[in-house]
């Protein structure tokens, strides 16, 4: 089993529609990522959570929110979907030492038509 | 300003030969750095990490960190066509709180 899990692995949706994306994890890591992918741009740092009670936005949070549930959880909602939120999405995770590495979820791919 | 920076690609390298990726950052007082192998519409996965100038070997790669340039990079040595891929450069840039910052990635071809 993978220890970080995102589910839908693809999703088709609607303009302005609600979507919630979800991750969780077995790692036992405090903090958890959300990043988007578009070709050409590399991942982008939506939010990320260094613990249940904490919640940052990153360089590209406008038209998202999160939720941190649980340490394991850790969900990406978007209120009213756009066409241009169409990407792939990833949820990673860090045990947060300096010499830490994310390790990844294996993405959902969302399309907004 | 782009804080990572690769050429973006395709490096096309023959089968065996090396492949040689570059990764430039702006930060000076980034601290970390690493490196992930991605498959076309996959997550990333870990290559190697380096924190010290000079090189770091691990298998058939080796990254290489010069603080002073501000630059890092990874050689692929005896390149196999399952080295085709997107390598990303990461950098855990000062004031961070763990995050990383990512290049937009170098393509690699690897042709029999």
């Known amino acids: 089993d993978a220890d970080v899990t995102q589910t839908p692995r693809n999703r088709i949706t609607k303009t302005g529609k609600r979507i919630m994306l979800e991750c969780s994890q077995t790692k036992g890591h405090d903090r958890m990522y959300w990043y988007r992918q578009d070709p050409g741009l590399g991942l982008r740092l939506i939010y990320y959570?260094?613990?249940?009670?904490?919640?940052n936005k990153g360089e590209i949070s406008d038209g998202y929110s999160v939720s941190r549930q649980a340490q394991a959880k850790f969900s990406l909602s978007l209120e009213s979907a756009i066409p241009n939120q169409t990407a792939l999405y990833f949820c990673?995770?860090?045990?947060?030492?300096?010499?830490?590495?994310?390790?990844f979820g294996n993405g959902t791919r969302l399309t907004v038509t | 300003q782009k804080e990572v920076e690769q050429n973006s690609g395709p490096l096309s390298v023959p089968e065996g030969a090396i492949a040689s990726l570059n990764c430039t950052y702006s930060?000076?007082?980034?601290?970390?750095f690493f490196w992930y192998r991605q498959y076309s519409g996959k997550s990333p996965e870990l290559i190697m990490f380096?924190?010290?100038?000079g090189d770091k070997e691990d298998g058939r790669f080796t990254a290489q960190l010069n603080k002073a340039s501000q630059y890092v990079s990874l050689l692929i040595r005896d390149s196999q066509p399952s080295d085709s891929a997107t390598y990303l450069c990461?950098?855990?840039?000062?004031?961070?709180?763990?995050?990383?910052?990512f290049g937009a990635g170098t393509q690699v071809v690897v042709t029999p």
């Open positions: 990461a950098v855990r840039i000062t004031d961070s709180w763990g995050k990383l910052q």
């Open positions: 990673a995770t860090s045990d947060g030492g300096n010499v830490s590495p994310l390790h």
């Open positions: 930060d000076r007082g980034s601290q970390s």
């Open positions: 959570s260094f613990d249940v009670k904490d919640i």
């Open positions: 380096i924190y010290s100038n």
